[in-house]
């Protein structure tokens, strides 16, 4: 079974840092890492590889420092990296991003699946996958629990309105996957060393892609952002309820029922 | 010069602060109080090469350099010290002194279950009457055809209760005559061979540091680690490269405890502001800090110039004295900064601040550390 994961480099939850001037979020070695929602994406390509054999590569676009989440990736268990990277490809949005995606998977032959977390934590358009698969005209289903071989085709899971769907596809056949499809393991140290010494990694350029300049980055994107403000976090706030025993239970019940927490 | 860490030792932080925090946060304060020993987490730490981490490829190790073994240790100490311990005692004097001084056949029988965590390692060399002066020993070997017939009462043993495989310090005796010192190599289960008491110590109370008693033990030729005689040379030097393990395990305490007192210091209200915006407490948090990072840099600096084959000539001892007193520092300051809360075991700066000041004393007190940067110096300066 030949694999393909599709992987973003994310900033961190807690350390975004925006740009006011360029309405861009900064993104530095330190605080970012792998989108969370595509570990599981990665593991079960794992897992199939381990069931099926084959190979698995990761992809992903980005400037060079992404090359980090490759190295992540291949210390996971996956085979080798793709790294897309020009200057030209700065400020896509997904439509941009898939084009390019679109155009470095070509470049790797024939496969059988592509994989793609369900969202990025960072920008949760959920787009990407569904564009993906548009743009390198491919089945595709989202949000998948369960993937099996079965002959030639690709059996597969997944939940919906509290219903378990059950399909067949043909491959090749691209699939997002649910965070419900895998537990994630940790990396050894071993798998460490080994992924980040040996960087089985290929970066490609626009001009190495072959691609068209008027596709991708800010040029190729539908849609520009013309405004970004930071929402405040909302904040917890305590409360010490006051009075004797039966008196504080009262008013404990009281709260809780005023916010609908029982009945 | 460059200072920063590389990908690969971000990467091993990121992995052994997320097993950290999944794996031992939840059971730290339990493991305390309970003075239990984590059997179901030692498998998985296992797999992920925490017990063997140093060690040769071939023999199942995963060879990462010092900086990511010193790395590895802060994170699981940052959460777990007493784990921390295990891991840093099992790798740094178990393991490193089998690895370098073992012959072949003695590094495949060992290291390959040591190194997947299957057994432990131990390291006694303490006794009764010998601790900072290790020449004092009065356990003896004495060679009988195949075999030495081994005597020894070892204390303080870290992972005593739990260890399979252990170096044990001797005096070779052979017709009354002492050939220095011997290292042997020994197995829990062979005859003779006993667990002694498990001491109520003040911190570390998840690790099971006991007593072991070797009576009469016929010890195989076989077990012998290096040669006859080589026994302090081979402790000297696990000692100094371990002190790098036991560095890096102070400056993951003082990590922890400094989190913790920030946490608690922006969450705890007096005179309507959060205690941390009181000016008392920040000096004390950036204090604390300080501390933290030099530490950190200087235990950095030592297994630096142990991966560069350098002498540590003192490096080792600079990095575990300093680390090991800022760990006690930095958990004291935190402790005041709790105020009377921290002097509860409700919150997790009293076990930190418990754990820290052992780091004081195991592998070399601060005094012994003193002595060896001071002799040193005398070596050193015209």
């Known amino acids: 079974m030949k694999i393909i994961v599709c992987v973003k480099q994310v900033l961190a939850a807690n350390q975004i840092k925006f740009d006011v001037k360029t309405n861009t979020m900064v993104r530095a070695a330190d605080n970012s890492y792998i989108n969370p929602n595509d570990l599981f994406a990665i593991q079960i390509a794992v897992q199939l590889k381990e069931r099926y054999g084959g190979t698995i590569t990761a992809v992903t676009m980005g400037p060079p420092i992404s090359e980090e989440v490759l190295l992540e990736a291949m210390a996971l268990g996956v085979d080798r990296g793709m790294l897309l990277s020009d200057r030209r490809f700065a400020g896509a949005d997904t439509l941009a991003t898939s084009y390019v995606l679109g155009m470095g998977i070509r470049k790797l032959g024939d496969f059988d699946m592509v994989l793609c977390g369900t969202e990025s934590t960072d920008g949760n358009t959920g787009q990407v996958g569904p564009q993906l698969a548009e743009e390198m005209d491919l089945p595709q289903v989202t949000r998948v629990e369960k993937i099996e071989k079965q002959g030639g085709m690709v059996r597969l899971e997944r939940v919906s309105d509290g219903l378990r769907e059950v399909m067949e596809v043909a491959p090749p056949v691209l699939l997002t996957i649910s965070r419900e499809a895998v537990s994630l393991s940790l990396p050894s140290l071993l798998d460490?060393?080994?992924?980040?010494?040996?960087?089985?990694?290929?970066?490609?350029?626009?001009?190495?892609?072959?691609?068209?300049?008027?596709?991708?980055?800010?040029?190729?994107?539908g849609i520009w952002v013309t405004g970004l403000t930071q929402v405040p976090n909302k904040q917890k706030r305590c409360e010490f309820i006051k009075g004797g025993f039966r008196q504080q239970v009262q008013t404990l019940m009281e709260k809780l029922r005023e916010k609908n927490l029982i009945d | 010069m460059d200072l920063t860490l590389t990908v690969k030792q971000k990467a091993i932080r990121k992995m052994a602060r997320q097993f950290a925090e999944n794996e031992l946060a939840p059971i730290a304060r339990e493991i305390d109080a309970e003075r239990r020993f984590p059997w179901e987490v030692i498998e998985k730490m296992g797999a992920v090469n925490f017990f063997g981490m140093q060690a040769p490829r071939k023999y199942g190790g995963a060879e990462v350099d010092s900086i990511s073994y010193c790395i590895a240790v802060e994170e699981l100490s940052r959460i777990c010290a007493a784990i921390g311990l295990t891991v840093s005692v099992h790798n740094g004097v178990a393991v490193y002194p089998i690895s370098v001084f073992a012959n072949e056949t003695q590094k495949k029988r060992f290291i390959p279950s040591l190194a997947a965590g299957e057994k432990i390692g131990g390291f006694c060399l303490t006794e009764p009457n010998a601790g900072s002066d290790a020449n004092a020993i009065e356990a003896t070997a004495v060679p009988h055809g195949d075999d030495y017939i081994v005597n020894a009462n070892k204390i303080y043993v870290t992972n005593g209760g739990v260890a399979d495989v252990l170096l044990v310090f001797t005096s070779v005796v052979s017709e009354g005559v002492k050939r220095g010192m011997g290292v042997f190599?020994?197995?829990?289960?062979?005859?003779?061979?006993?667990?002694?008491?498990?001491?109520?110590?003040?911190?570390?109370?998840?690790?099971?540091?006991?007593?072991?008693?070797?009576?009469d033990c016929r010890i195989p030729k076989a077990n012998l680690l290096g040669e006859e005689g080589q026994g302090f040379k081979i402790g000297m030097i696990a000692l100094e490269t371990g002190r790098i393990g036991i560095a890096a395990q102070a400056v993951g305490i003082a990590q922890g405890a400094l989190d913790v007192s920030i946490k608690y210091a922006k969450e705890r209200i007096q005179f309507k502001v959060p205690i941390a915006r009181h000016q008392a407490i920040q000096m004390m948090l950036a204090d604390m800090s300080t501390s933290v990072e030099a530490a950190r840099l200087l235990t950095y600096r030592a297994a630096h110039k142990k991966d560069k084959g350098e002498s540590l000539s003192g490096a080792s001892s600079m990095?575990?004295?300093?680390?090991?007193?800022?760990?006690?520092?930095?958990?004291?300051?935190?402790?005041?900064?709790?105020?009377?809360?921290g002097y509860s075991k409700e919150y997790a700066i009293e076990r930190y601040f418990r754990d820290a000041r052992v780091t004081e004393i195991y592998e070399g007190t601060n005094e012994i550390q003193q002595m060896v940067i001071a002799r040193e110096l005398m070596k050193t300066s015209s």
Do not use: W
């Not at chain 2, 002694?196 to 070797?214: K, Q």
């Not at chain 2, 990095?319 to 809360?341: C, D, E, N, P, W």
């Open chain 1, 192 to 221: 460490i060393q080994d992924a980040y010494v040996d960087k089985k990694l290929d970066c490609f350029t626009l001009d190495d892609l072959e691609a068209d300049e008027q596709k991708v980055g800010l040029n190729g994107s």
């Open chain 2, 185 to 215: 190599i020994v197995e829990r289960g062979t005859p003779g061979f006993t667990v002694g008491i498990l001491e109520d110590n003040c911190g570390m109370r998840a690790n099971p540091v006991t007593s072991i008693i070797l009576n």
């Open chain 2, 319 to 341: 990095a575990k004295l300093f680390a090991a007193r800022t760990a006690s520092q930095v958990a004291s300051m935190g402790l005041q900064i709790h105020g009377g809360y």
